[in-house]
């Protein structure tokens, strides 16, 4: 089973930029699907993105589509999530999970999902 560690996040003004890396150890990376969630002050955990294995296929939350840019590098056993345009409703810990399978990560319980990491916190001024 693969162990996953993010970095990247930090203060960053309304309308600036941040991209988030989660590099992975342990064998078999290339074989997970991955994908980002957040967590707000106060709220659940909810999806924001996710990227197929092959990197073929990504699919993003409503909320961030044309904002966000999911990303991976097998060779280097990271995944990544661009984003621009920041608001401060993006602010958030933000958590990199994988798992076996790509399908439904935007409607499965946060707790199906196989991997987390510890997770990384962006805040958005205004």
């Known amino acids: 089973q693969v162990q996953l560690v993010e970095s990247g996040g930090g203060l960053v003004q309304a309308g600036g930029s941040l991209r988030l890396s989660c590099t992975a150890s342990?064998?078999?990376?290339?074989?997970?699907?991955m994908g980002w969630f957040r967590q707000a002050p106060g709220k659940e955990r909810e999806f924001v993105a996710a990227?197929?294995?092959?990197?073929?296929?990504?699919y993003y939350a409503d909320s961030v589509k044309g904002r966000f840019s999911i990303s991976r590098d097998n060779a280097k056993n990271t995944v990544y999530l661009q984003m621009i345009s920041l608001k401060p409703e993006d602010t958030a810990v933000y958590y990199c999970?994988?798992?076996?399978?790509?399908?439904?990560?935007?409607?499965?319980?946060?707790?199906?999902?196989?991997?987390w990491g510890q997770g990384t916190l962006v805040t958005v001024s205004s």
């Open positions: 342990g064998r078999a990376f290339s074989s997970y699907a």
């Open positions: 990227i197929r294995w092959s990197g073929g296929r990504t």
């Open positions: 999970a994988a798992d076996t399978y790509f399908s439904n990560w935007g409607t499965r319980p946060p707790q199906d999902l196989e991997v």
